[in-house]
């Protein structure tokens, strides 16, 4: 059987874009770290990113709930066939990991990976923000990810370590097989019978839990 990998690392500081006093909505000011490079090379990941990583938006973004951003490879073909975009390039998403032999219908919530000297944890779908339309200036492009469930997933780190490209991701446990990505996201935007269970699920990140909590209320 084949093993998921670690396909590209891509890492990217925040930076300030746009004119002030531009016409068109999408030329004016915004900082983003959206904007991500791959890395040759081992590369450090602690707590809250990778070395060289960072968020813009620490409110909504970043943390140790979301250390880690993985997108499937999977996932490329189509997507450039859709928006008419044949060099759409790794790390399109503002991903960090992008990985191969894994989409969302693979992976669960508290599925346990080494991958080099760390230790992850999966802890939540990735929720697409205005700052995915903004980079590609596709007005609907987070809405075409939630439609499609190409939404990718968050990691949080147990044990620091350097990680690398072309490493595998060994799954080493997986307690709770029956909440796949693609289900919770489901739960989440479509509503279900799981979000009771979901809003008491102990390995899912507290923002999502608390969410499903509200849905109760």
Known sequence: MDTPSILSIQVGLPKQLGTEGAIDLMDRPWTTGFFKEPVTGAIYLGKNNLTGDG???LILHGGTEKAVLAYAVKHYP???????LP?????????????????????????????????IQVSQPREPCWKLARRWRRKDLPKRVITSGRSGWYFRVLSEGL???????????RPL??????????????????????????????????YFSRQLS
């Open 55 to 57: 968020q813009a938006d």
């Open 78 to 84: 189509q997507w450039r066939q859709e928006l008419n």
């Open 87 to 119: 060099d759409f390039p790794y790390g399109a998403f503002g991903e960090n990991f992008t990985v191969s032999m894994q989409t969302e219908e693979d992976v669960c919530i508290g599925d346990i990976f080494a991958v080099g000297e760390a230790r």
């Open 163 to 173: 990680v690398e490209s072309g490493l595998p991701l060994l799954l080493l446990e």
């Open 177 to 210: 097989p029956q909440w796949s990505i693609a289900r919770v996201n489901q739960a989440f935007y479509r509503g279900s019978e799981d979000v009771s269970k979901l809003a008491s699920c102990p390995l899912l990140s507290p923002s999502w839990r608390q």
